[in-house]
């Protein structure tokens, strides 16, 4: 499904249905229009927009037991004696359209493998989105290599292709885009200059399950994409990964590097361990839970996308509200997160937190999202080690320091607000509710200053 035409179908449906919902309720269409929220903030004593909850988060029903007691009476639970974490292996590959798939034990993981098998090593650098989960830039200091970071495109959330070449040096081997909550990464745009400068590109696709980017999945686009299946994600089981990929060669080099570096397809050797590895298996239970997910991925990124389409088309013309924006290419998102951005100077310049807190106040769960993590002290942990003195030059660390600034990734980390995933499971009504939520937060502002 294209998520540009679905926005003009759903446009029209959601502003209908929309408008019937808000006359039964005596509230507001759209904006411009609205009905004046005179009731007082929750956070000034008033009442809640919303007392219910929300869908809880994960999802299972009983068909998922008898498959987990099986592997445990067989004792086959590891990879090793068993054929669970293969079966998923295959459906999973179907499901992204790739000739391979390696599950490994998380998402953190199968970076790890993915950028052992594309040859990212010491003293080598990583051009990374900084706006992710801490792991994205972890795993290139693990593999001893230097995270260099590229700023953020504040509308799409994701890696600015227009500022990637000039933090290209010598030393660049990898670019590490990250399909940020789900919102595809510009992924023609980032190809192009890694094939203009010979450069391995690896998707963090580890919140993007079923997003797409020309019509094709996220984590499919480069030389190897990763997927997290941590218990907050869509394809959760508890914890667990993939990478996919179909160049035969390096998915048999990933296979080897997470199994020890033992013999596997085109990795042969005279040896038992031809080459440097790691155990960065998948359980056999990680696999069957994962197989009674798969039956429901599909729906529940329809309902996502339904709800994300709805909401945004109701809190896009509340002044200082900007929904995220697809990026060039981008036809789908996975809603890991609904982000937008606030921008306090349309809400008589209430600060973000204190505006977070009257959201949550009114029975609406949200967050601020990731801080400015260029920052965050891991970074001058890894420069000042030995072992980065060593990798790098005194000139090369000092410039690096100097450039270390991301003006629009700050800005950002300034004004984003989130909603889970889960949120985005309900109905209609639920994102009314959200939606009422920020309209009487705007109508109210002045009396949050
Ligand atoms: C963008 C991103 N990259 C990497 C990871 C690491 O995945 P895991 O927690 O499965 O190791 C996560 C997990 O939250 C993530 O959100």
Redesign the pocket.
């Known amino acids: 499904m294209n998520e540009n035409n679905v926005t003009r179908r759903q446009f029209m449906a959601a502003a209908s249905a929309g408008a019937v919902a808000a006359a039964a309720a005596g509230t507001i269409p759209a904006y411009g229009n609205l009905t004046k929220k005179t009731e007082k903030l929750a956070l000034l004593g008033g009442p809640k927009v919303r007392t219910k909850g929300w869908s809880p988060w994960p999802i299972w029903d009983s068909s998922a037991e008898d498959p987990i007691l099986a592997v445990l009476r067989s004792g086959n639970w590891y990879r090793g004696s068993g054929t669970k974490v293969t079966e998923f292996e295959k459906q999973y590959a179907e499901l992204m359209g790739t000739k391979r798939c390696l599950a490994t034990?998380?998402?953190?993981?199968?970076?790890l493998v993915a950028m052992h098998a594309l040859g990212v090593d010491a003293g080598d650098e990583v051009l990374v989105a900084p706006y992710?989960?801490?792991?994205?830039y972890n795993?290139v200091f693990l593999s001893k290599a230097l995270p260099v970071f590229v700023d953020t495109d504040q509308e799409t959330f994701t890696m600015n292709p227009d500022k990637i070449e000039e933090r290209i040096t010598e030393r660049t081997k990898a670019i590490l885009p990250?399909?940020?909550l789900g919102l595809p990464a510009d992924m023609d745009a980032i190809n192009a200059i890694a094939k203009k400068h010979n450069l391995v590109v690896i998707e963090?696709?580890?919140?993007?399950w079923l997003a797409e980017y020309n019509n094709k999945k996220c984590g499919t686009l480069s030389d190897l994409g990763?997927?997290?299946?941590?218990n907050?994600?869509h394809l959760p089981a508890g914890?667990?990964?993939a990478i996919v990929g179909n160049d035969e060669e390096i998915m048999d080099r990933c296979y080897s590097f997470h199994n020890c570096g033992r013999p596997y397809g085109s990795v042969k050797g005279t040896s038992s361990y031809p080459i440097r590895g790691s155990n960065r298996r998948m359980q056999e239970f990680q696999a069957v839970i994962l197989m009674s997910q798969m039956k429901r991925i599909k729906k529940d990124a329809d309902t996502r996308l339904e709800n994300a389409l709805y909401l945004t088309s109701r809190i896009k013309e509340i002044p200082g509200i900007i929904p995220y924006k697809l990026a060039r290419g981008a036809t789908r998102s996975a809603y890991?997160l609904y982000p937008f951005r606030y921008k306090k100077e349309q809400f008589n310049n209430v600060l973000r937190d204190k505006f977070l807190s009257a959201l949550s106040a009114e029975g609406i769960p949200c967050s601020g999202g990731y801080g400015p993590q260029n920052k965050d002290g891991l970074i001058e942990d890894a420069l000042n080690s030995k072992g980065y003195k060593r990798l790098f030059s005194k000139k090369r660390l000092d410039q690096y320091r100097e450039e270390n600034h991301l003006p629009d990734n700050d800005q950002l980390c300034q004004e984003a607000v989130w909603f889970g995933q889960n949120m985005l499971l309900g109905t209609k009504s639920d994102m009314d509710d959200i939606a009422n939520a920020i309209e009487k937060i705007y109508q109210n502002r002045g009396k949050l200053a």
């Open positions: 034990a998380s998402g953190t993981t199968a970076l992710t989960f801490i792991a994205t795993v990250v399909h940020i963090d696709a580890c919140q993007a990763c997927f997290s299946f941590q907050s994600k914890e667990g990964g890991h």
